[in-house]
């Protein structure tokens, strides 16, 4: 294990676990923060902190706990959002701001915890996006705007600390994640192939996480080779 650090904001089964999964291989110490606090079984060893999103206050606690437990954090991955499904009538104000406080505050107030010492040292933030990011839908009434805030917010995060040594990468994940829950769920029933496999995007992470400043991706898409778009 070397001494580089992953914190993997939005632990949990399914993504978060392929990323934790992936940068352990990679041989990252790993922090794995969600609201439960919950730390995975099996080989992958991490620290986990329990975290809400949605508070900055909770979100620079984590933070500060684990640089100061592990150091500081070379890989930052922030997969936080809600599953706010519906249309206008099915969504009401709660709803929609707690959607733009995990999706964005979070990651605002992440990016600014971990930005100082990744200017000094280098460092990497990569955000799990959607494809509402770019257009929303009569179901993404209060998702689609967040992820679009989400990822104008990190776009101009590349760019402010991009020329300071700080990549900032953003996976438009243009698919439905194959999952227990999918899978029992809206998407029961369909082939393997309709899915987008949640390690082979833990793997464009990585990816992003080596690469050479010389090219450095900020958005990249990732979907099914079926999935009309």
């Not at 995975?40 to 991490?46: I, T, Y």
């Not at 206050?57 to 150091?71: F, I, N, P, R, T």
């Not at 500081?72 to 206008?88: E, K, M, S």
């Not at 243009?174 to 029961?188: C, S, W, Y």
């Amino acid at each position: 294990m070397s001494d580089k650090v992953c914190a993997i904001i939005g632990y949990g089964p399914g993504l978060g676990a392929a990323y934790a999964a992936a940068f352990a291989g990679a041989g990252y110490k790993l922090a794995l923060l969600s609201r439960s606090g919950s730390a995975p079984g099996g080989e992958v060893s991490a620290k986990a902190y329990a975290c809400d999103a949605s508070d900055p206050d909770a979100v620079k606690a984590a933070l500060a706990g684990v640089e100061s437990d592990l150091g500081a954090i070379d890989v930052l991955i922030y997969n936080a959002d809600i599953a706010a499904f519906g249309a206008l009538e099915d969504i009401d104000e709660t709803t929609f701001e707690m959607s733009w406080r995990v999706a964005v505050l979070g990651l605002f107030t992440a990016v600014k915890a971990v930005s100082e010492s990744m200017i000094e040292r280098g460092g990497s933030i990569i955000v799990s996006g959607a494809t509402a990011s770019l257009r929303g839908n009569v179901w993404t009434t209060a998702f689609a705007p967040a992820k679009a805030a989400q990822r104008i917010f990190a776009q101009s995060m590349a760019k402010q600390l991009g020329p300071k040594g700080v990549h900032v990468g953003y996976l438009i994940i243009d698919g439905v994640i194959d999952t227990a829950d999918t899978r029992a769920g809206f998407a029961k029933g369909k082939p393997d192939a309709f899915f987008i496999q949640p390690d082979r995007i833990a793997d464009a992470a990585l990816m992003m996480a080596r690469q050479d400043p010389s090219a450095w991706t900020f958005e990249m898409d990732l979907r099914p080779f079926g999935e009309s778009w």
